[in-house]
């Protein structure tokens, strides 16, 4: 497969192409249903048939000869012919016995959540025949070393590991490898996406949609937008951004985008500024607190709405505060070197007009390394002593070296803060155990397994330090920075049950162990999902729901006005 183009052919681009072609991906619904069946087959039989292991077959290179033979073949039975070939390589006759699998008789409704191979008996375009070669292959499977993939039932990790040829030598790959891009995704999420069963529109119906895009997507934007569109489609909050903000934005809008030295933010339906460049503000009376209008006579609540769909998460609120975590809303095209900004300061609304060039630019670079790159960070104390002795402890930068001072502070401590709004550290989850009483179950697991589509729940428990236990009141600050790891610390912190409150907001809603998935062309995108399902103990949610406080603090303009933490105040009311 090496030897095959990965460049787009001059066809795509020529008249006749679009005239042929491209209009067969709008019109001939039959040709799409035909791809759509040819793309699961081949994504069911690389994770069902060990023969294409065994035999080393070149898998991504079977289905590439047949979307040419397909797509471009004229013979009327093209597609019986194209699905025959793929099954009798994959399909071997000695392996014709059933064989009711041990781990999926056993398995709970929960591990089998995601099972469902119906499609096959249900399918109008595939003979009997192929039907029960299909089914005699599920039906007799045995786990065995597929060579695409590791699971965690042969791994040290949480999550499956996809072991793919990245092709990725070129921004806009031809045709057939984007179709490739879309099947081998698609395939992934099946059969190995532990939250396969929260995405909201059903997953086959995104493959039909997907196919007629990925076929038009003959430019490297609009190959980028459509990789966006399918990495949204999966809902999930460890997948919201894929690439980083400038790739992104330019995507998914017309015309090249430049960043204009402001921060927006997101509240309560109003687009805010948030920060904005000292030199930027004097040019243009823009100050913190204002609310934007539109930029370039572009309207921000269509630009917010518009990067909405290309967000990965299943909560609004979510999506926002990722589109203002990365400063989406602060890149425009710049016509003529200028900006105009529409925007509202203490109810008046006002326009104002700057110039915009490179020079300009060049003048607003430290406040883009500072704000947009996260090239000079502000460092955080790991513990500190507040105000009636409360002890404030920040999970991000606390480790095994502060241990020995935190337990002295313990004594004098009238209650703690544990702040869960940044990345936790190992060490301070383990050092968490001093917040328990006693050992309890605080997390159940899922992590996929070897027969595809599959679940093994393991249920952890939590377990007391036996030498110190802090017993007095203890606040936990959540919110939406509060994701994947954090999150899990802040499950274990809720078995411990008594004085114990959680004051903020909701978390993110983004739990378990990244898994990783090689696309197709040179996008700078990196494809993640949540590769181990979290749940509590008796079940109940947290991927896309997030946990809740017990004491909601609402966003309000306020604080990005006064620079306040109305979290952190909000808890210090409550223990006062």
Not at 135 to 140: C, T, V
């Amino acid at each position: 497969v090496s030897n095959l183009k990965i460049e787009p052919s001059e066809g795509e681009f020529s008249e006749a192409w679009k005239n042929t072609y491209a209009k067969r991906a709008l019109e001939d619904k039959v040709l799409i249903k035909q791809l759509q069946t040819l793309g699961k087959i081949w994504g069911f039989l690389k994770y069902f048939s060990p023969t294409i292991t065994k035999e080393d077959i070149d898998w991504d290179k079977v289905l590439l000869n047949q979307i040419d033979s397909l797509f471009y073949g004229k013979s009327e039975d093209r597609f019986r012919v194209s699905i025959s070939h793929m099954v009798n390589l994959a399909y071997a006759d000695k392996n014709t016995e059933f064989r009711e699998d041990s781990v999926l008789k056993n398995a709970t409704p929960q591990e089998k959540i995601n099972l469902n191979n119906n499609w096959i008996a249900k399918s109008t375009l595939l003979t009997d025949s192929i039907k029960n070669k299909l089914l005699n292959i599920k039906d007799s499977f045995v786990p065995f070393k597929n060579k695409y993939l590791i699971t965690s039932e042969t791994s040290n990790k949480p999550a499956p590991i996809f072991i793919e040829k990245k092709y990725d030598k070129n921004f806009l790959p031809e045709m057939k490898y984007r179709l490739l891009a879309l099947f081998r995704y698609w395939n992934i999420i099946e059969y190995y996406d532990p939250y396969k069963y929260l995405v909201k529109n059903e997953w086959e119906n995104n493959l039909t949609q997907a196919i007629p895009r990925f076929i038009l997507a003959n430019s490297s934007k609009k190959y980028g937008r459509e990789l966006l569109r399918l990495n949204a489609s999966i809902s999930d909050g460890h997948a919201a951004i894929p690439t980083e903000a400038f790739s992104f934005v330019n995507y998914v809008f017309n015309g090249t985008l430049l960043p204009i030295p402001l921060e927006l933010d997101v509240v309560n339906k109003d687009v805010i500024v948030k920060n904005i460049d000292s030199l930027f503000a004097s040019k243009t009376g823009i100050k913190i607190g204002d609310k934007i209008l539109a930029i370039n006579k572009s309207d921000i609540h269509d630009k917010l709405h518009i990067l909405q769909e290309f967000v990965s998460h299943t909560r609004p609120e979510m999506r926002n505060f990722h589109i203002s975590k990365h400063n989406l809303l602060s890149y425009t095209v710049v016509p003529n070197d200028s900006i105009f900004v529409e925007y509202s300061s203490a109810g008046n609304r006002k326009v104002v007009a700057t110039s915009y060039t490179l020079t300009n630019i060049k003048e607003y670079a430290a406040f883009f390394r500072k704000n947009f790159f996260g090239i000079t960070q502000e460092k955080k104390k790991a513990y500190d002593l507040l105000e009636n002795n409360s002890l404030y402890l920040n999970c991000q930068y606390w480790n095994k070296q502060h241990a020995d001072t935190t337990k002295k502070l313990f004594n004098i401590a009238k209650n703690i803060i544990i702040d869960c709004r940044y990345y936790t550290s190992w060490d301070f989850i383990k050092f968490s155990s001093c917040f328990l009483k006693e050992s309890i179950d605080f997390v159940k697991f899922m992590s996929t397994r070897n027969y595809p589509g599959l679940l093994k729940e393991v249920v952890n428990k939590a377990y007391p330090d036996s030498s110190l236990y802090f017993p007095r009141k203890v606040v936990v600050l959540i919110s939406e920075e509060t994701q994947s790891r954090p999150e899990m610390l802040a499950m274990l912190l809720k078995a411990r049950k008594e004085n114990l409150t959680f004051v903020g907001r909701k978390t993110a809603g983004a739990d378990g162990d990244l898994a990783t998935i090689s696309m197709v062309g040179h996008q700078n995108m990196i494809f993640r999902f949540s590769g181990l399902r979290v749940l509590f103990p008796d079940d109940k949610e947290t991927q896309g729901v997030g946990i809740e406080p017990d004491c909601y603090v609402k966003r309000s303009v306020s604080e990005l006005v006064q620079g306040k933490d109305p979290i952190l105040e909000k808890a210090l009311d409550l223990l006062n």
